[in-house]
């Protein structure tokens, strides 16, 4: 009886052993043999039965990981279709190409002035690809921002990776695009996709300006300075500056402190107003000697001007172009009626006017006054 | 006995979250699952509640016993078949459509049957345990798997990239009136309280169930969370272009200094575990409704050797989800899930009233002093010999 029972347990484990058998599958490869993408390019190729030019940058691990030591295996490929351009690729090397560790994208400028779609498509549909990963434009293409090698870099990629990603610099100038961000951007009514501009500098890379597009080109490239604004007005980045020159002397405030406030109403006459408040507390980096107890509330009133004028002259470059990256149509339609508010948006926006404020208050002048 | 009422409730809200629930109301987001939202709170919280004051008339019985004291034998038999389907169904439905989204997302080599094979055979084994090993069963997965569930979504709030205007955008379409499919969707969030049918077993003689007001407060938190943090991550227009939409919301999100910085893994390990946990308890509903049909079965809230009615019905239950996973996908898995949604409402809803109406003339106090007396007073779990008792009579039977 006893026997019988345990043989039957026993016979049930065994039972279960059989069934984890083909499971094992092929998916596992381990990690030696495996080659880590730590970055692919998509360019044009003007080649017109190849059209897509798929460049990966592949990681060899190195036991030494010294700035500048880091090795990278680069290859390229002229494809139809980006997935097919891959997949010729991983005949190219001898192991299995990894995309999980791919954070970086880089469109070149070309395809990004024809049509990012069907690249963006691509990159959300494959799951292996994190939806965290950020897209960016190379200038003049991606190919050699992916040939580049900074000199300060410990592993292949960090650089880009931390160029974007918020643990490294923080510059006001960069603006990250993610690839979820720039999905939902090119689907959502009310708030058009932008992109870094990625240029290749003598040790590594300049990243301070930011194309905005339509749903599917660059319309509009906006120059560094031109860049911050952006970036203060929509995300209130701090550690930024505003500049503006007083008796000669160029004056630079610190943002410490920055909070921008703004409404869209819709006037009796069917123009549509947009008014912008901009409240900008920061300590002064150059200035005039004494500038806080002589010259304080001029230097504010002056910084203030400047700040209007630019934001103004920005937002106007912006809607000339026909974009909405800042979203105000999404504001729109989230506090106006919602079915029809869309339309009336879209009718709204090329004659909007705006009307923009701000108060300035100088916290301190540094360590002299 | 309290907690693990709420456990069963907090499962079942978490696992929703992320199966079946967000696309169907992700898909009517401007024409009326706003509005469904809020009546399926309303309705939510009043069937929770009407159920939940039924089963506490009659502590230490299930529903099939509760059903045996009034209804003739036919009716009752009927009525627990229909009510093992459902829980069978329901579990098994998760189950399959967790196993698949596993296999795209994580293992796209692995025929997904055979990914199927292991997490059900995980399943045979946790749905054949006693209802009181599988409550301790639960209680640890849940206290495991909340926070790390609540920390993802605290973590999604708070994240710079939600995009606010895309919320209150889509939250102005509150004047569209609500659909039934969303409202079925919505109410499915509450449905915890369905594992008390079983368990309402192992409740003492004195028991009250406390702290009624978590129900309507953690289900509408749950129920606007996964309606509208996708919301934030996709906009109002991509997120209906996504096929698991959860998973990707996790995916937009980046722990950077976590051992894994994609939160995607982390929250598809939670959710296996949550998966496994609901199917395991649903399986084992399902099983007890089957044994119970027969009129000479003496359940057991706690025994030391496996029944082996349990491992055949168990079996079989696997055997069913293994074929399935041959003709479903993502399509007809949404399709199946759309018409089940409204479905199994109205059973419920059926249910929760049919059940006060039947235990409305037994005062509570009355109830109490019964029930210990009563035929099935091995109920209290904690008296184990109470259990070899039955256990004899079962082998009887």
Redesign the interface.
């Known amino acids: 009886m006893s026997i019988y029972k345990i043989s039957a347990r026993f016979l049930c484990l065994l039972l ?1 052993f059989v ?2 058998v ?2 094992t ?3 596992f490869i381990d990690i030696d043999k495996r080659f880590f993408v730590v970055a692919i390019a998509i360019d044009k190729s003007g080649n017109e039965k190849k059209p897509y030019r798929v460049t990966i940058r592949l990681s060899i691990p190195s036991s030494k990981t010294e700035p500048g030591m880091e090795k990278s295996q680069i290859e390229t490929i002229d494809a139809k279709e980006i997935s097919e351009g891959l997949r010729i690729l991983k005949s190219h090397v001898d192991k299995e190409i990894d995309l999980g560790h791919c954070k970086v994208f880089v469109l070149g400028d070309e395809l990004a002035r024809d049509d990012i779609t069907s690249a963006t498509e691509w990159m959300i549909r494959r ?1 292996d690809i ?3 990963a950020f897209v960016a434009v190379g200038y003049p293409d991606g190919m050699s921002i992916l040939k580049k090698m900074p000199l300060s870099e410990r592993y292949s990629g960090n650089t880009l990776f931390l160029t974007f ?3 490294g610099t923080k510059s006001s100038f960069i603006r990250p695009e ?1 690839l ?2 720039l ?7 009310g ?1 058009d996709p932008y992109l870094p501009l990625i240029r290749v500098s003598k040790n590594g890379y300049e990243v301070d300006q930011l194309n905005l597009l339509d749903k599917k080109r660059i319309r509009l490239l906006l120059s560094p300075d031109e860049t911050q604004l952006f970036n203060q007005i929509d ?1 209130e980045t701090i550690n930024s500056t505003f500049k503006t020159t007083y008796k000669d002397n160029s004056v630079m405030l610190a943002v410490t402190d920055l909070r921008v406030q703004y409404k869209i109403q819709r006037l009796p006459d069917g123009r549509g107003k947009l008014s912008m408040h901009i409240h900008i507390g920061g300590t002064i980096e150059e200035g005039p000697s004494d500038i806080l107890s002589l010259h304080s509330e001029e230097v504010e009133r002056k910084l203030g001007q400047d700040v209007e004028k630019n934001t103004i002259k920005l937002l106007k470059r912006i809607q000339r172009a026909g974009v909405d990256p800042l ?1 105000f149509g ?2 729109y ?3 106006h ?3 029809t ?1 869309f339309e009336e948006w879209q009718e709204l926006y090329p004659t909007l006017q705006f009307d923009v404020h701000s108060t300035v208050r100088i916290q301190s002048a540094g360590r002299i006054h | 006995m309290n907690r693990y009422f709420y456990y069963s409730f907090v499962m079942v809200a978490m696992l929703n979250l992320m199966l079946f629930v967000p696309s169907v109301l992700l898909s009517e987001r401007t024409t009326g699952a706003v509005s469904s939202m809020l009546v399926a709170i309303v309705v939510g919280t009043l069937t929770a509640y009407a159920a939940t004051s039924a089963l506490a008339r009659y502590p230490g019985r299930g529903v099939p016993e509760i059903l045996r004291l009034r209804l003739p034998e036919w009716i009752v038999k009927m009525i627990l078949a229909i009510y093992a389907f459902m829980f069978f169904f329901a579990s098994s439905f998760a189950l399959i459509a967790f196993t698949i989204l596993l296999n795209r997302v994580l293992t796209p080599d692995l025929p997904v049957w055979n990914l199927m094979l292991i997490l059900g055979v995980l399943c045979i084994y946790g749905s054949t345990r006693s209802s009181m090993t599988l409550l301790f069963m639960m209680e640890i997965t849940i206290l495991l798997l909340t926070p790390l569930v609540l920390f993802v979504l605290f973590k999604g709030f708070r994240s710079p990239d939600v995009a606010w205007n895309a919320i209150y955008a889509v939250a102005r379409y509150v004047n569209v009136p609500p659909t039934l499919s969303s409202i079925a969707a919505g109410t499915f969030i509450f449905t915890g309280y369905t594992n008390m049918a079983i368990f309402n077993r192992l409740n003492p003689p004195n028991f009250r169930l406390k702290g009624r007001w978590l129900i309507p407060l953690f289900g509408s938190g749950i129920l606007l969370t996964t309606f509208f943090l996708p919301i934030g991550y996709h906009g109002t227009m991509a997120v209906d272009r996504y096929t698991y939409v959860w998973a990707q919301t996790a995916d937009s999100m980046t722990m950077s200094f976590g051992f894994i910085e994609r939160v995607l893994f982390l929250f598809l390990l939670v959710y296996l575990g949550l998966t496994l946990l609901y199917t395991s308890v649903g399986w084992h509903q399902s099983i007890e409704f089957l044994r119970s049909m027969s009129k000479s079965y003496r359940f057991e809230v706690d025994f030391s050797k496996t029944p082996k009615a349990n491992w055949w019905i168990s079996c079989v239950f696997f055997g069913i989800c293994i074929a399935s996973m041959f003709v479903l996908n993502e399509q007809t898995n949404q399709i199946i899930a759309e018409r089940w949604l409204i479905f199994r409402m109205f059973v419920e809803l059926a249910t929760a009233i049919f059940l006060l109406v039947l235990t409305r003339k037994r005062p509570a106090a009355d109830a109490m002093g019964d029930s210990i007396g009563s035929t099935q007073g091995d109920a209290m779990g904690d008296s184990k010999g109470d259990s070899k008792k039955s256990a004899k009579g079962e082998a009887k039977a």
Not at chain 1, 183 to 189: D, K, S
């Open positions: 279960a069934i984890l083909p499971t599958g092929c998916g799951r994190q939806s965290s990603g918020s643990d993610k979820f961000d999905f939902r951007r090119i689907n959502e009514n708030m995300k979203h999404l504001r339609r989230a506090t009626k919602s079915s508010a």
